[in-house]
């Protein structure tokens, strides 16, 4: 009997100092995760691929670890870093996922920042939307009194009515971004903030106001090693110097800018800046550099168009494939939860009855009631499990059809994000430009006319299409 029990106290010493070891190394891998997501947000206007490797790594390992709030944190930063890669499809993507494990394990400041970050994703595409998930998030900032949060919003709903050229709504918003900014000390959102400043200050024509901020921005955002900002400062001083008439300074922050695009890998900024020295050189009727230009842009136009078809097809599919694996290995995971507590629940009770046995041979009867009450138990146990096993099936079901739904809404509005419409029109413009001062064949220039013209037509039709056939999943 006393080997029974030393050997009984064995086992559960083991198996306590075996749980301690797990804590203890569990504790040190989330924090690796929390390490890895921080570092990752850190280098998103710096270098936005480190961005994504960083979150790819966090995300394997709180995958490996259950760990719920780093796997939503995770999508979250491996969203931005495809946001500042110009990847827009795999970073709404990317945000629905964070959503949907934020609410899972019910953290509201969590979902409120994905809002904020899918609200920028909006931006350029459709304000309205944009402003319903800035507000949406701004109600559970406001709620958190999180003063981070809220300036970031303040920010980038200025950024809306900057755009919608609502100029004074929009100072009032970086404003109190500003000085919300300058509160908490946070010297690269600051810079953002000039950023803007400057910006809308330009679109209303006020260039002393608008180089002030600029420049600002420009020189503290290279001190900070944010390279996006750079690039996008950038192209608003080129476009500055371009009105102005000071071509000088506009090739040195046009080629500046440029080369910081290329680094980052910003192919959106690239474009922009092609578009851009094409304008620079009509204006300053440079015609040949000016058509060089635009050939090159119509022909980028004409083959990401074809490319952008085959990689969102190829997307599809491929996140079809991710929700139907996620959705089985979430079924694995319960099935093996379920397992492994029938087990330790089964063990526990031969422990019960090896004890019972031993102390109480002689009180069979008591002890077979005893085992036929616990064999009963059982059964309830095992039918609960059924039931359970049933309705988490039934969840399962029902959040694949609301990925599917989501999916098919990000398809509608995926084609708007694209510069199809603009290059052809572009093309025409520098055409018609081109073809007044006679320096093109006017039959060469019919031609090329003739086939943008072409290219738009099918191209409005594509879209078309789209908004009328809700069973079209793509151009």
Not at 290 to 300: H, R, S, T, V
Not at 408 to 416: A, C, G, N, V
């Amino acid at each position: 009997m006393r080997k029974i029990y030393a050997v009984l106290f064995f086992i559960l010493g083991t198996i306590t100092a075996y749980a301690n070891d797990i804590k203890d190394g569990t504790g040190k891998d989330t924090s690796e995760v929390i390490a890895l997501n921080k570092n990752g947000y850190d280098n998103r206007l710096t270098n936005p691929k480190e961005t994504v490797a960083d979150a790819n790594r966090a995300l394997a390992m709180a995958l490996k670890l259950d760990y719920k709030g780093g796997i939503a944190e995770a999508y979250r930063i491996k969203g931005i870093g495809e946001y500042y890669l110009n990847r827009p499809d795999s970073a709404l993507n990317r945000y629905y996922d964070a959503l949907n494990q934020y609410e899972l394990i019910k953290d509201e400041r969590g979902k409120a920042k994905v809002f904020n970050n899918i609200g920028n994703l909006y931006q350029m595409v459709d304000y309205e939307k944009a402003l319903g998930y800035f507000n949406s998030a701004l109600v559970i900032a406001q709620k958190y009194n999180d003063a981070s949060l809220i300036a970031s919003l303040y920010l980038n709903i200025g950024n809306i009515y900057n755009r919608k050229n609502m100029f004074n709504n929009a100072l009032n918003y970086y404003n109190k971004s500003y000085e919300l900014f300058t509160k908490l000390n946070n010297t690269t959102i600051l810079v953002q903030c000039l950023e803007d400043l400057g910006v809308i200050y330009y679109n209303q024509r006020d260039f002393i106001k608008a180089k002030k901020y600029l420049i600002d921005a420009h020189d503290k955002a290279k001190n900070l090693d944010m390279n996006s900002s750079v690039a996008a400062i950038n192209l608003t001083l080129t476009d500055l110097y371009v009105s102005e008439g000071n071509f000088k300074e506009a090739e040195k922050y046009l080629e500046e800018g440029r080369n910081y695009s290329m680094r980052i890998h910003n192919e959106k900024d690239i474009y922009d800046y092609k578009h851009t020295a094409y304008e620079m050189e009509l204006k300053r009727k440079n015609y040949k550099a000016a058509l060089n230009y635009l050939i090159n842009i119509y022909q980028e136009d004409s083959t990401s168009y074809r490319s952008n078809v085959s990689t969102k097809l190829t997307f599809i599919k491929k996140e079809k494939d991710r929700e139907l694996q996620a959705v089985q290995d979430q079924k694995k995971a319960e099935l093996t939860r379920v397992i492994f507590w029938s087990i330790t629940t089964t063990a526990g009770l031969l422990v019960v009855v090896i004890v019972l046995l031993v102390g109480s041979v002689k009180r069979k009867a008591t002890t077979n009631a005893q085992l036929q009450e616990l064999n009963n138990e059982i059964s309830r146990q095992k039918d609960n499990l059924d039931r359970i096993n049933h309705h988490l099936e039934e969840i399962i079901d029902e959040r694949t059809k609301d990925l599917q739904v989501k999916n098919k809404k990000l398809s509608e509005y995926s084609s708007y994000l694209s510069h199809q419409i603009r290059g052809p029109i572009a093309t025409l413009k520098g055409l018609m430009n081109l073809e007044k001062e006679g320096l093109v064949d006017k039959q060469e220039c019919i031609d090329m006319m003739d086939k943008c013209v072409s290219e738009i037509d099918e191209k409005i039709i594509e879209m078309s299409d789209m908004l009328h056939d809700p069973g079209k999943t793509g151009f």
